[in-house]
Nanobody, 124 residues
Framework: QVQLVESGGGLVQAGGSLRLSCAAS????????MGWFRQAPGKEREFVAV????????YYEDSVKGRFTISRDNAKNTVYLQMNSLKPEDTAVYYC?????????????????WGQGTQVTVSS
């Protein structure tokens, strides 16, 4: 099973930036896309962004469009999430995972092992 390790979180003031990284242990033929998710205290985990491995097609959740950018490095099996103009409501534990396609990842159908995540805290 694909193992995932997230890093790059931290404490930042509103309006600041962070860059998250997610390294996958292996990229299988079924790993068509990788996405970022987040879970705020007391809330369910939600989709944030997704990118396809081959053509780098991306899709974002509405609240992060124009502020977050997802990218990937195929050689390193790594996906990044550049987060700018951060808001307090972006505070959450951020996770990554893989799926067969952009649409499946966007809808939460993933098959990797959930990692520990990385905490992002945005102060007002």
């Amino acid at each position: 099973q694909v193992q995932l390790v997230e890093s790059g979180g931290g404490l930042v003031q509103a309006g600041g930036s962070l860059r998250l990284s997610c390294a996958a242990s292996v990229r299988t033929i079924s790993s068509g896309a990788m996405g970022w998710f987040r879970q705020a205290p007391g809330k369910e985990r939600e989709f944030v962004a997704v990118i396809t491995w081959t053509e780098a097609v991306t899709y974002y959740e509405d609240s992060v469009k124009g502020r977050f950018t997802i990218s990937r490095d195929n050689a390193k099996n790594t996906v990044y999430l550049q987060m700018n103009s951060l808001k307090p409501e972006d505070t959450a534990v951020y996770y990554c995972n893989v799926g067969r396609s952009l649409d499946l990842v966007r809808r939460g159908f993933v098959f990797g092992s959930w990692g520990q995540g990385t905490q992002v805290t945005v102060s007002s």
